[in-house]
């Protein structure tokens, strides 16, 4: 709740600087305003971090990999969980048919089964960390990436701002289309991309 207030709080301050940025202030003598200092004032732009994911080459690698590894560790373990199950009827159907020579063959049995298990577990969280660790350092190079990027694509462009929008914690809740340079973005990042 905290965060959804700073959150508007934040919105609100750019929305007031936009809207002070469209106002004529008053010059006092020898005062210069940011209109003076820029005849366009305040250069806002977006991008739309959803169509980045989903258009540019790099990301689209990223993501069909972390796909395959997230398949791959669901298999391993769907096929772990069947040896499981395997070692657990074996021994349901031999301590049935009294199979077991003592009480402590039984117990041996029951106790190499509770390591498999054990291990099973420690190879979900295992999987589990290396994919959460790829998705992260995925999202840090896409970052860095596009970060990289728009200082680069910005030195001509010149923009004062640029936003995103297109995710579940929205910076952007309406603004023209004239300023999304989402197309660009992408078309620099993918030519950058396949060099």
Not at 74 to 85: A, M
Not at 139 to 159: G, P, Q, R
Not at 163 to 179: C, H, P, Q, S, W
């Amino acid at each position: 709740m905290k965060k959804n207030i700073i959150k508007t709080l934040t919105l609100l301050a750019i929305v007031a600087t936009m809207a002070s940025c469209n106002k004529q202030p008053s010059k006092m003598d020898g005062e210069s305003t940011a209109e003076d200092e820029s005849a366009q004032g305040l250069r806002i732009a977006y991008v739309e971090v959803d169509s980045i994911i989903n258009q540019y080459e790099y990301a689209k690698v990223m993501n069909d990999s972390l796909e395959k590894m997230g398949a791959n560790a669901t298999n391993v373990l769907s096929n772990k969980d069947k040896e499981l199950e395997r070692s657990y009827n074996s021994i349901q159907t031999k301590l049935q048919n009294n199979g077991f020579t003592s009480e402590q063959q039984y117990k041996s049995a029951v106790a190499a089964f509770e390591q498999e298990r054990n291990n099973r577990v420690a190879l979900e969280a295992r999987l589990s960390n290396e994919l959460m660790q790829k998705q992260t350092d995925f999202t840090k190079t896409l970052h860095d990436s596009v970060n990289n990027f728009l200082a680069e694509y910005n030195k001509d462009k010149k923009y004062d701002i640029i936003l995103r929008t297109g995710m579940a914690n929205e910076v952007i809740l309406y603004a023209d289309k004239k300023f999304d340079i989402t197309q660009d973005v992408i078309n620099g990042l993918n030519a950058r991309y396949k060099k």
